[in-house]
Nanobody, 125 residues
Framework: QVQLVESGGGSVQAGGSLTLSCKAS?????MAWFRQAPGKEREGVAV???????YYADSVKDRFTASKDVSTNTLHLRMNSLRPEDSATYYC??????????????????????WGQGTQVTVSS
């Protein structure tokens, strides 16, 4: 069983920045950030895949930066130029993904086994 502990959510004005962190209790070959706004489906934001690369959703490219501290199994998400539409509950996810899980399948919630409790991000205009 892998436990994920998220931190760093909060409220910010549009154009501001926040950093989220997710510490995993043990190693998994993939970690990711998802978000879910009220009435919407959970969507993938950034994935640190088994190949060591970081992949981003188009909606956050050039604004969000994910990085992993491998010594502590912690995935960070630096969010810049935040917009009201970025407001959501952000969830950390982890799993041992097969090498065949690539591309858009990295952004499917069903690809991940373990989930954090979520942290709220609110961006006001």
């Amino acid at each position: 069983q892998v436990q994920l502990v998220e931190s760093g959510g909060g409220s910010v004005q549009a154009g501001g920045s926040l950093t989220l962190s997710c510490k995993a209790s043990t190693y998994t070959n993939a970690m990711a950030w998802f978000r879910q706004a009220p009435g919407k489906e959970r969507e993938g934001v950034a994935v640190r895949a088994a190949d060591g690369k970081i992949y981003y959703a188009d909606s956050v490219k050039d604004r969000f930066t994910a990085s992993k501290d491998v010594s502590t199994n912690t995935l960070h998400l630096r969010m810049n130029s935040l917009r009201p539409e970025d407001s959501a509950t952000y969830y950390c996810a982890a799993g041992s993904l097969r090498p065949s899980i690539t591309g858009e399948r990295l952004f499917r919630p069903s690809s991940y086994t373990y989930w954090g409790q979520g942290t709220q991000v609110t961006v006001s205009s």
